[in-house]
Each structure stands twice: as C-alpha cells, then as structure tokens.
C-alpha cells in the first residue's frame, strides 16, 4: 500500500509559475514509477508527466513539454512538479499517481490505466 497527497496548487496568473509537490508514505521502496496527472471539467483525465523512481526517466505530455518538469528526492519519497509559463487550458485538478509492484525495468507511460495508486488532487487555476 502507498499513500500520497499532493500539495501546492493554487491560483495564478497566466505566465506563471507553480511547484506541486506529493509525499509518498507506505511501501515506497516498491515503487516503480510517479506520475501527474489532471482533469478538468468535462475533460478526459490527461498524463502530464512521468518519472521512473529508480532510473529518473522522464517522458511528458506534448502539450506541456518545456514548460513542466518533473523531479523526484527519493530519500524523502518527494515528487514535483515545476509547471512554469502556465496557460489558461492548464487550469484543472491535479493528480499524483504511482504504478507499485513489479514492473519491467524502464516501463514509464502516460496512461493513468497502468497506475494503481492516486492522490487526491490539487486544483491549479490560471487565469488569462
């Protein structure tokens, strides 16, 4: 069993910037992969990045590649995400998710079907 919460949503201004971070507590050292994840209302849940916690790689979203960046403190089972030059569509409720268990060694994927583990969300609204 994992457990996460997120943290670090808010309100902001179009070209802004926000770091979310989410803890992981529970089994951590099975974990094999972090994600962040959203949805907005009326929108299909969307991945938006990635992280393979022992290989630290990285795959993102077309929609937020070079503007979001995800990272990880593994010795305080942290994940983040910088999100920076933030738009209007990136309004919406923000996920942490992780796949736990065993996993082929460099799987990392954006499909929320694959991760069995979810925070609660963090709602990030930018205005225009």
């Known amino acids: 069993q994992v457990q996460l919460v997120e943290s670090g949503g808010g309100s902001v201004q179009a070209g802004g910037s926000l770091r979310l971070s989410c803890v992981a507590s529970?089994?951590?050292?099975?974990?094999?992969?972090m994600g962040w994840f959203r949805q907005a209302p009326g929108k299909d849940r969307e991945g938006v990045a990635a992280?393979?916690?022992?290989?630290?790689?990285?795959l993102y979203a077309d929609s937020v590649k070079g503007r979001f960046t995800i990272s990880q403190d593994n010795a305080n089972n942290m994940v983040y995400l910088e999100m920076n030059s933030l738009k209007p569509e990136d309004t919406a409720m923000y996920y942490c998710?992780?796949?736990?268990?065993?996993?082929?060694?460099?799987?990392?994927?954006?499909?929320?079907?694959?991760?069995?583990?979810w925070g609660q969300g963090t709602q990030v609204t930018v205005s225009s």
């Open positions: 998710a992780a796949i736990v268990g065993v996993v082929a060694g460099t799987f990392i994927t954006l499909n929320g079907v694959e991760y069995n583990y």
């Open positions: 992280i393979l916690t022992r290989h630290g790689t990285t």
């Open positions: 529970g089994d951590t050292d099975s974990r094999h992969c």
